[in-house]
């Protein structure tokens, strides 16, 4: 019962704190669940096969944010060594100019060690949480099906609210500002709404039907009722990745629950659906919803698509440069520019493909550990499938709940979103180890060392001294009204940052001597070599190289302007 209520209260906590990005927030979680693993640690356990890869991806991660002595962070002649010496110099020069306090900066193999301990921290409670989901005898299990059901519909409901009644803006809850996105409830994004409703839809299926089967009508009518409400605001999210994750996962849903009394489910089923029909028949955003409907006929024309296929194309590119342990995860914002062939003006800060993204930030190892946390987890499930050691209806909703993960991962990032992962990972752990709640904890196949979740909580613990940083050293807004010493610190933590490398060079232009010029003309220079394609940067940099008397500097910035969009209006150089 206490796994139960913590991982319900977890589930609770994130949705309220914008579903785990406030600061501080991922890090408490992490440290909470993992020190429940520790003190159940007498009990049940995942199969080594799952716990093994598992541990593998979460310590490469963790590795790759470790701050390293000099020399050791990049190999002579890769990116990193280059991209760190750069960095070393502007933190000497910027002392040397009084620009910042001296420091010995220490560099990591990631190119963005706030995002790198924040995906560490969101894959650790996510361990945590499939670890306990697992221990939770039969019954509770089922309970925690149902919990998680009816907190989605309620979830649903609120993000109705928030998003056409109410509109929430630039905030979530009507509390935290947000700097971007179209918040619905406790996401910044929409498609991460509709993505969780979707994956919680098929246990509110099969719940009602088990409860049918059973003859428990109220029960049946209450499951009934939560997908209900679910389909209907995962469809008014507008979010066509979430729309498609969700046909998907019907049909596969459909055609597993249809094998057996075909007759009874098909009506149930057939009822379910009609009163999701219902329902957006009745509701007043029809037309929102048809003028959204009507992109999906030719969705490679549409720019977004477009600009999505190119991100791919481009995201791949990464993995040359970074084969091994990958450009560190959650880097890809901090690396893509230099490889991106668009010149739009949207920035991509994820590749919205994890099959991109995820090779890109951990290359060929975690990719490889990550592939073999996926077999290990297939096996244990097909083993207890085969035993008959597995509840149906808990296979059948993870099936429903995989299914959705996998599609929404081709479009869109929700596995980075701390509330989506826990709840799948939790869902997950629901059918690794099925066992008797009595059964010891020691045999084969089975790992009995408690110290993985001890350095887990002593990490996250840690990661809470340092979440101010952890959150604020890569966001944007921050960055802009950071002064020089902030940005040079920062820059240590994101090597391959335009945004910090222009920062530092304005700050350093907004003075006066002819050093501090040539310094920061020489920022300017590293934020167009971090991200060559951006014309607004370049403007800047035709300004400041005019400013200060390089006019052919300024001339080549401003026909790079040109190259790039020949309309734009650049300042005269004579």
């Known amino acids: 019962m206490i796994i139960f209520l913590l991982l319900t209260a977890v589930f609770a906590t994130l949705a309220f704190f914008a579903a785990g990005?406030?600061?501080?927030?991922?890090?408490?979680?992490?440290?909470?669940?993992?020190?429940?693993?520790?003190?159940?640690?007498?009990?049940?356990?995942?199969?080594?096969?799952?716990?093994?890869?598992?541990?593998?991806?979460?310590?490469?991660?963790?590795?790759?944010?470790?701050?390293?002595?000099?020399?050791?962070?990049?190999?002579?002649?890769?990116?990193?060594?280059?991209?760190?010496e750069r960095v070393r110099e502007a933190v000497r020069t910027a002392a040397e100019l009084d620009l910042g306090k001296p420091f010995r900066p220490l560099f990591s193999l990631t190119r963005n060690r706030a995002a790198t301990l924040r995906t560490a921290l969101m894959l650790v409670a996510a361990l945590?949480?499939?670890?306990?989901?697992?221990?939770?005898?039969?019954?509770?299990?089922?309970?925690?099906?149902?919990?998680?059901?009816?907190?989605?519909?309620?979830?649903?409901?609120?993000?109705?609210?928030?998003?056409?009644?109410?509109?929430?803006?630039?905030?979530?809850?009507?509390?935290?500002?947000?700097?971007?996105?179209?918040?619905?409830?406790?996401?910044?994004?929409?498609?991460?709404?509709?993505?969780?409703?979707?994956?919680?839809?098929?246990?509110?299926?099969?719940?009602?039907?088990?409860?049918?089967?059973?003859?428990?009508?109220?029960?049946?009518?209450?499951?009934?009722?939560?997908?209900?409400?679910?389909?209907?605001?995962?469809?008014?999210?507008?979010?066509?990745?979430?729309?498609?994750?969700?046909?998907?996962?019907?049909?596969v849903v459909g055609i597993l629950v249809l094998r057996r009394q075909p007759l009874l489910r098909a009506a149930a089923v057939l009822l379910l659906a009609g009163g999701v029909a219902w329902g957006l028949l009745r509701l007043p955003q029809g037309g929102a919803l048809e003028e959204r409907f009507e992109t999906l006929g030719d969705g490679t024309r549409m720019s977004s698509a477009q600009m999505r296929l190119h991100t791919w194309r481009d995201g791949l590119r990464i993995l040359g440069d970074y084969p091994i342990a990958g450009c560190g995860?959650?880097?890809?914002?901090m690396v893509f520019p230099q490889y991106r062939s668009a010149t739009t003006r949207k920035f991509f800060y994820h590749a919205e493909n994890e099959y991109v993204q995820i090779p890109a930030e951990v290359g060929l190892a975690g990719s490889l550990a990550a592939a073999l946390l996926v077999f290990g987890v297939a096996r244990a499930w097909l083993a207890n499938r085969r035993e008959?050691?597995?509840?149906?209806?808990?296979?059948?909703?993870?099936?429903?709940?995989?299914?959705?993960v996998l599609v929404h991962a081709v479009f869109d990032f929700a596995l980075r979103i701390p509330l989506y992962t826990f709840t799948f990972a939790s869902l997950l752990g629901l059918v690794l180890d099925p066992g008797p709640a009595g059964r010891a904890a020691a045999g084969p196949g089975r790992l009995r060392i408690p110290l993985a979740p001890a350095v887990a909580v002593a990490f996250?613990?840690?990661?809470?001294?340092?979440?101010?940083?952890?959150?604020?050293?890569?966001?944007?807004?921050?960055?802009?009204?950071?002064?020089?010493?902030?940005?040079?610190?920062?820059?240590?933590?994101?090597?391959?940052?335009?945004?910090?490398?222009?920062?530092?060079?304005?700050?350093?232009?907004?003075?006066?001597?002819?050093r501090r010029e040539r310094f920061g003309a020489s920022c300017l220079d590293s934020?167009?070599?971090?991200?060559?394609?951006?014309?607004?940067?370049?403007?800047?940099?035709?300004?400041?190289?005019?400013?200060?008397?390089?006019?052919?500097?300024?001339?080549?910035?401003?026909?790079?302007?040109?190259?790039?969009?020949?309309?734009?209006?650049?300042?005269?150089?004579?």
């Open 460 to 514: 996250a613990v840690l990661c809470l001294f340092f979440s101010r940083a952890i959150h604020q050293n890569d966001r944007y807004p921050d960055l802009e009204r950071a002064g020089a010493d902030r940005l040079c610190r920062a820059l240590v933590w994101s090597p391959t940052s335009w945004q910090i490398w222009y920062n530092l060079g304005r700050e350093a232009l907004s003075g006066t001597g002819t």
């Open 128 to 251: 945590a949480a499939a670890s306990l989901a697992a221990r939770l005898p039969a019954a509770w299990k089922r309970r925690y099906l149902g919990a998680l059901v009816a907190m989605g519909a309620g979830l649903a409901a609120a993000g109705y609210v928030t998003q056409w009644v109410l509109p929430q803006g630039k905030t979530i809850w009507w509390l935290f500002p947000v700097q971007h996105g179209r918040p619905v409830a406790c996401f910044v994004n929409r498609n991460h709404f509709g993505g969780l409703l979707a994956m919680l839809c098929p246990s509110a299926v099969l719940l009602c039907l088990d409860s049918l089967s059973r003859r428990r009508a109220p029960a049946a009518l209450a499951w009934g009722g939560a997908f209900v409400i679910m389909s209907l605001a995962a469809i008014l999210s507008l979010s066509r990745g979430a729309w498609l994750a969700y046909a998907v996962s019907s049909a």
């Open 21 to 84: 990005f406030l600061p501080g927030v991922a890090a408490a979680s992490a440290a909470v669940l993992s020190a429940a693993c520790c003190l159940t640690a007498d009990r049940r356990r995942l199969p080594v096969l799952v716990a093994g890869p598992a541990l593998c991806l979460a310590a490469l991660i963790m590795l790759t944010a470790l701050p390293l002595p000099r020399g050791t962070a990049g190999l002579p002649g890769s990116p990193r060594a280059a991209q760190d």
């Open 329 to 333: 995860a959650g880097a890809f914002r």
């Open 388 to 404: 008959g050691r597995l509840d149906p209806v808990l296979s059948l909703a993870v099936a429903g709940a995989l299914t959705v």
């Open 527 to 574: 934020a167009t070599r971090y991200d060559p394609n951006n014309y607004r940067l370049w403007i800047q940099v035709a300004v400041a190289r005019r400013a200060r008397g390089d006019f052919a500097g300024a001339r080549k910035a401003a026909r790079r302007v040109k190259e790039l969009r020949p309309w734009a209006r650049v300042p005269e150089v004579k």
